[in-house]
């Protein structure tokens, strides 16, 4: 079992984005306009993180314990949290354990450079209508994601000997604002705001890496902000 499977179903489909209720165990997934294009049921199973290449297993991540997120649990690992690890050895972790548990499909949501791997159930290739706590979400979604995305960047940023791959990320991220203003975000103002940080990251390439304090504080001040706007 393995996510490329999904991802080509899919993109099938024209998904461009997804939303998901955790705590319910939904997951649906949209098209560039904003429709459902398909839904299922979803159980958590590891969180994989790209800044130090570590994975937490998501029965012992304390904020999904609070929420009673349905997780996916494996008898095989002893340890909570697994260092050292890659996004694509994540991946055959999450696939052994969604094997395990039955799940039609394994899919990586997204998170920042980071991804939490969820175990599909019950997929269906079909539309359905959004209630207002599901459109709350999916705007939480999208500003979480900038958030994290942000605060990935402050971490590696604040390494001194990690600045040139700071540069390179911001250079990424810069990009991947084209598609969230294009497609993913559907709010003006989202939209609007993610058009200032994308001339902010431009900002803050020119001042480093002399500078890496000021732009530092200004990555902070811009996640405040941005979390401000939940």
Not at 172 to 181: K, P
Request: charged share 25%; hydrophobic share 45%; with cysteine.
């Amino acid at each position: 079992m393995n996510t490329e499977t999904l991802e080509e179903l899919l993109q099938s489909l024209e998904s461009v984005g997804f939303g998901a209720n955790l705590a319910g165990g939904k997951i649906y997934w949209t098209n560039a306009s904003g429709a459902v294009v398909a839904h299922a049921e979803c159980k958590a199973i590891l969180s994989w993180a790209a800044t130090n290449n570590s994975a937490m297993w998501a029965h012992a991540i304390g904020q999904f314990q609070d929420a009673e997120v349905p997780v996916l649990k494996s008898a095989n690992y002893k340890s909570d949290y697994i260092g050292n690890i890659n996004d694509e050895q994540a991946a055959k972790f999450a696939a052994e354990v969604a094997e395990e548990g039955g799940a039609q499909y394994i899919y990586r949501a997204p998170n920042g450079a980071n991804g939490l791997y969820l175990a599909v159930f019950n997929f269906k290739a079909e539309s359905m209508e959004l209630n207002e706590d599901d459109h709350r979400r999916k705007r939480n979604s999208s500003i979480n994601y900038i958030v994290q995305m942000i605060a990935n960047l402050a971490e590696i940023l604040s390494n001194k000997k990690r600045t040139a791959e700071a540069m390179s990320l911001m250079n990424h991220f810069s990009e991947a604002l084209n598609q969230q203003i294009s497609v993913v975000l559907k709010d003006e103002d989202l939209k609007e705001e993610a058009g200032k940080l994308q001339r902010s990251i431009a900002t803050w390439l020119g001042m480093l890496p002399d500078k890496r304090a000021d732009v530092l504080a200004f990555m902070k001040q811009a996640a405040s902000k941005w979390n401000r706007m939940k």
